[in-house]
């Protein structure tokens, strides 16, 4: 063995990665380290750190920058523990570098068999940490563990056929000694689930499928097999209650997407909120936003969890902006529906009912011709995240202000191929619409304040304790905004486009903000900061 291995292994073998159940618990008492996609189980994006703040913000300097091996989108949040920041490289491979200098310790390289049937991209959005053991979901639908230390396989589990459509492109969640992962597929007819695996074994612990088979509750909002190809993927990481011990999660859009003829009903759970027991998966409640989607606006979403006061009472609650343009509060105890309004431009619906459905307007489904509506098939907002400030007590996320064509077609559903009904005219030369950042009083749905962009941003948002909003556009910029009035406080061009989460946690005592752009990590501090 040379000399230089020998340094790089014995500093592998010292990466101190120890992440606990109590310490993902308490992950929002540690602003030092960012241990789970969101921050924390609540959802929020929010970190207590305040070195970096409205005063000094605009003096941020580039610390470091690390270039992935990739020409593919990286979409992926970086975790850091303890000084060392793991992150998912697509297709699915893993890199481990020191979250100080951007230097490597180690790379999972994974080898992909073909093909690989993927709706938009082969990426990759995070990993997740426990103990001393790194998981990522591949876009060939496995889920693996790895060394911490070394990035060495631990095991290697199949979730799912990637032959019959299946992928894996979101980051998984960690609860008590499991992994929760969700998979992609919805456009492949895919049958839809949720899963939990023994962390040190990689065995099923449960699963829940959101579409319900035979003899399962609410399989009558299926006609005939239509249930087998019913989508309801389950891609974007969803949120954890441990007070009620509730997996809140994220569903998408029914199969076929555009044509609802083959699928008559409300198509459950498609387009839902779900919340699971985490010891056994069996669903508590379940709320749908568009029974019977046939817009492909799927609920995947992060649900952010908040406890607060709601008429008086003291109530938890989930605050939820979907894809359709409709911003919800919700109960969290029983998912009954409080409160919707629309935060973007829709002609879809009237409104929302008292149990929160939709009142649809006429002449909206999609026809042969083609049917103009607001939002577009990519919808008001996404999966990118949003953030939710317990300072200011105001939502935040990343909209867009579109429409779309959409077209009505055949499709005979074959293993493996595409199932949708057609394709829509996503983005009209004539009107590409545009985006940006918005700030909303989340107990009345009021625009409290409004950051436009020249195009429509793919980029998820994080505050901060500092007053800071962080963000990034398809434009290459990494911008802070003043998270009260949302006035522009600093902003850079990284020379990629951003279609990631940034995310802060201090080195030596150094807030650091570090976000994808492109295909590269870029990381900023202040200068002159603590070492």
């Known amino acids: 063995m040379n000399r230089l291995l020998a340094l790089i292994l014995a500093a592998a073998m010292a990466l101190p990665a120890q992440v606990t159940f109590d310490r993902l618990l308490n992950a929002a008492s540690d602003p030092g380290n960012w241990i789970t996609y969101s921050g924390s189980y609540r959802g929020w994006r929010y970190s207590e750190l305040n070195q970096i703040d409205k005063s000094n913000v605009n003096g941020l300097q580039l610390e ?24 998912s490289e697509p297709p ?14 180690w790379r999972y390289r994974r080898a992909l068999p073909t093909p690989i049937n993927t709706c938009c991209g082969d990426v990759n959005r995070g990993v997740a940490v426990l103990g001393d053991r790194v998981y990522v979901g591949t876009v ?25 459509g299946y992928s894996m492109t979101g980051a998984p969640l960690i609860v008590k000694d499991m992994v929760i992962t969700g998979v992609a597929g919805g456009e492949y007819g895919i049958r839809g689930f949720l899963d939990a695996y023994d962390a040190k074994t990689g065995k099923l612990r449960w699963r829940f499928w959101t579409i ?16 087998k190809t019913g989508g309801g993927s389950t891609w974007v990481t969803g949120s954890y209650d441990a007070a009620q011990n509730l997996i809140i999660w994220g569903t998408g859009n029914p199969s076929p997407d555009w044509n609802g003829d083959s699928r008559p009903g409300n198509n459950l759970y498609s387009d839902s909120a779900i919340a699971l027991d985490a010891d056994t998966g069996k669903l508590k409640w379940h709320f749908q936003f568009i029974p019977h989607d046939l817009h492909d606006w799927d609920a995947v979403q992060v649900p952010v969890l908040v406890d607060d006061t709601w008429h008086g009472q003291p109530k938890k609650l989930v605050y939820w902006a979907h894809r359709g343009g409709f911003f919800y509060v919700l109960d ?7 409160f919707g309004t629309p935060f973007a431009k829709q002609t ?20 042969p011709e083609g049917t103009y509506l607001w939002p577009g098939v990519q919808g008001a907002t996404n999966w990118y995240s949003p953030s939710y400030n317990p300072g200011t007590k105001l939502f ?60 429509k941003p793919w ?22 905004l003043d998270a009260a009035t949302g006035h522009e406080l600093w902003r850079k061009n990284l020379g990629g486009i951003i279609r990631a989460n940034p995310i802060t946690y201090t080195i030596n005592g150094r807030q650091m903000v570090s976000i994808a752009a492109g295909s590269s990590i870029f990381t900023f501090a202040l200068p002159g900061a603590a070492r």
Do not use: C
């Open 64 to 87: 470091w920058v690390h270039q992935m091996p990739t020409t593919l989108m990286v979409e992926a949040t970086p975790l850091v523990v303890d000084g060392v920041m793991y992150v």
């Open 92 to 105: 699915s491979n893993v890199v481990a570098m020191d979250a100080r200098t951007g230097s490597v310790y």
């Open 140 to 164: 060939d639908a496995h889920l693996v563990a790895l060394d911490a230390k070394t990035g060495s396989v631990v095991w290697d589990v199949p979730v799912a056929d990637r032959m019959r």
């Open 212 to 227: 319900p088979g035979p003899g399962e509750a609410n399989h009558e909002t299926w006609k005939g097999d239509s249930w």
């Open 332 to 338: 969290r105890e029983t998912g009954k529906f409080l």
């Open 348 to 367: 879809w619906a009237k409104g929302l009912d008292d149990s929160g459905h939709p009142d649809l307007l006429p002449n909206t489904e999609p026809t």
């Open 396 to 455: 935040y996320l990343s909209y867009w202000e579109n429409r779309s064509v959409y077209r009505k077609g055949e499709q005979e559903y074959t293993p493996g191929n595409r199932y949708i009904g057609s394709v829509p005219d996503i983005d009209l030369k004539d009107d590409p619409g545009h985006g940006g950042i918005r700030a909303l009083n989340p107990r009345t749905g009021e625009r409290v304040w409004d950051y436009p962009l020249q195009t």
């Open 459 to 480: 980029a998820g948002v994080l505050s901060t304790a500092g007053g800071v909003l962080f963000g990034g556009s398809d434009e290459g910029y990494i911008f802070a």
